[in-house]
């Protein structure tokens, strides 16, 4: 499978695993928690294991594996710490952001110069993605806030894991920009 291939698998893998936000209201905290720790185990038992999981993992030294810890381990931790309405707003912006900026992002010329990894129109893709999906939500402006946020870590980052970062920079603007929007 060529390499950009792989990768739109797997950033539509990481897109598909975001739509259980959208089982918030019945899942509530501990559920959606709990569903997160379980694509946690599946990621590092099961996954490794079957050809699709195969699939996903990349060339190099951790075969991108620590993204494969660190999504649901940041989709756990923001359930813990923000209100449900910005978890599951923040949990649309990783899967669908993240995954759409690279998508769009790998396939542009125009660089960003201050990181030449990433490019204008991953980053807008982030933006556009991320907030529309996350004002299922909260409001539009809370989630532009939390997309823009997100996209900006995003562009920052030049190699290694992002989802961390992407997650708490997205909660804390978006639990800020809540109480004054």
């Known amino acids: 499978m060529r390499d950009q291939s792989r990768e739109d698998l797997r950033k539509l893998t990481h897109l598909a695993f975001s739509l259980g936000a959208f089982a918030t209201p019945w899942l509530g905290r501990t559920g959606c928690i709990a569903l997160a720790l379980l694509g946690l185990a599946h990621n590092v038992l099961l996954l490794p ?11 190099g030294a951790d075969r991108g594996t620590v993204g494969l810890v660190t999504y649901p381990l ?6 813990l710490a923000a209100p449900l309405s910005i978890a599951a707003a923040v949990w649309v912006i990783l899967g669908f952001g993240d995954a759409l900026s690279s998508i769009a992002g790998r396939r542009a010329r125009a660089r960003l110069p201050w990181n030449p990894s990433k ?11 991320g907030t529309l999906a996350a004002s299922a939500f909260v409001s539009p402006l809370v989630a532009l806030a939390g997309a823009t946020a997100g ?7 030049r190699r290694g894991d992002d989802n961390l970062a992407i997650a708490a920079a997205a909660t804390l603007v978006m639990m800020l920009f809540a109480t004054i929007a």
């Open 74 to 79: 940041a989709v756990a931790l923001v359930y």
């Open 151 to 157: 996209a900006g870590i995003e562009s920052l980052v």
């Open 119 to 129: 490019s204008w129109i991953g980053s807008l893709a982030f933006v556009a993605a």
């Open 49 to 59: 294991r079957y050809p699709f999981g195969r699939k996903l993992l990349r060339d």
